[in-house]
């Protein structure tokens, strides 16, 4: 499951990727993967909420969406925030196997080893 905890101090245009993320979300997750995809890889390309934009629109994104959505995205960003916070993380990525947490990148081997240690 994809949490969205933008770090604004990380990146300024963290918290607008996120939002263009959940609007696609709710309209087609195959674009909103394609988005979340191409925005994480190029994210130090992109220095303007403009740059950021034009990227989204070639994944589906427009603004109504986020209007019409707005409470509905607030809602569900507010409620990763606290999950993360709750849950003790400082940063990202982070993640949760079964109880288990794992802050940074990951490789598979590594998470395939807390999940192979969960099963037996």
Do not use: C
Not at 7 to 26: G, K, M, N, Q, T
């Amino acid at each position: 499951i994809h949490k969205n905890i933008p770090l604004d101090h990380i990146h300024p245009l963290a918290r607008e990727a996120a939002w263009i993320y959940e609007s696609l979300v709710i309209v087609d997750k195959e674009k909103a993967r394609k988005f979340y995809n191409e925005a994480y890889s190029t994210q130090g390309k992109w220095k303007t909420k403009d740059e950021l934009w034009k990227m989204a629109e070639k994944h589906g994104a427009k603004k109504k969406y986020i209007k019409k959505h707005t409470k509905r995205i607030v809602n569900r960003m507010s409620e990763d925030m606290q999950e993360h916070a709750k849950f003790g993380f400082q940063g990202t990525p982070a993640y949760m196997i079964n109880g288990v947490s794992m802050y940074g990148a990951q490789s598979p081997e590594a998470m395939s080893k807390v999940i192979d240690r969960l099963l037996k």
